[in-house]
């Protein structure tokens, strides 16, 4: 698979970004991440919030290389997968994040309190590493898109 064969099954589709759109793209993760450091809400909602952010950081990477995920179901799960492709990221953290996504479906839709302690630590873990490497990806690969601060 490619991000080509994604645009062929028309999962994605070739659009062009900006500069503007990248420093967008990195205020979603900054503000997602601020609400998830408030401990004074639930954990299910820092969870949630933590996903947003890893969501918006695979857009991000998604969006640098010229492509834009096409609105049908499963969009979100396309853009994990993505992150194979854009950032060259392992199967086993793809599998970790489409975990994180089911587990993030059941708090919001299934189950309150269903986030535990150690689930919680897991993803704001997985999110500073990802961000940590998306933005490295950035300054290597795309480094005309970037905002001055990253």
């Given at each position: 698979?490619?991000?080509?064969?994604?645009?062929?099954?028309?999962w994605?589709?070739?659009?062009?970004?900006?500069?503007q759109?990248?420093?967008?793209q990195?205020?979603?993760?900054?503000?997602?991440?601020?609400?998830?450091?408030?401990?004074?809400?639930?954990?299910?909602?820092?969870?949630?919030?933590?996903?947003?952010?890893?969501?918006?950081?695979?857009?991000?990477a998604?969006?640098?290389?010229?492509?834009?995920?096409?609105?049908?179901?499963?969009?979100?799960?396309r853009?994990l997968?993505?992150?194979?492709?854009?950032?060259?990221?392992?199967s086993?953290?793809?599998?970790?994040?489409?975990?994180?996504?089911?587990?993030?479906?059941?708090?919001?839709?299934?189950?309150?309190?269903?986030?535990?302690?150690?689930?919680?630590?897991?993803?704001?873990?997985?999110?500073?590493?990802?961000?940590?490497?998306?933005?490295?990806?950035?300054?290597t690969?795309?480094?005309?898109?970037?905002?001055?601060?990253?």
């Amino acid at each position: 698979m490619s991000l080509e064969r994604y645009v062929e099954n028309a999962w994605l589709r070739r659009e062009p970004t900006s500069a503007q759109e990248i420093a967008d793209q990195l205020g979603i993760v900054n503000r997602s991440m601020s609400d998830a450091a408030v401990e004074a809400i639930s954990d299910d909602l820092r969870f949630y919030t933590t996903f947003n952010a890893i969501l918006a950081l695979a857009n991000t990477a998604l969006r640098a290389s010229g492509y834009r995920t096409t609105n049908q179901q499963g969009h979100h799960t396309r853009i994990l997968e993505t992150l194979e492709y854009t950032i060259g990221a392992e199967s086993k953290l793809i599998r970790k994040l489409k975990a994180f996504s089911t587990k993030r479906n059941v708090a919001s839709y299934d189950s309150a309190g269903s986030i535990s302690d150690q689930e919680l630590k897991d993803i704001l873990a997985t999110e500073a590493n990802l961000q940590q490497v998306v933005e490295s990806w950035l300054r290597t690969e795309h480094p005309e898109l970037l905002p001055s601060a990253v």
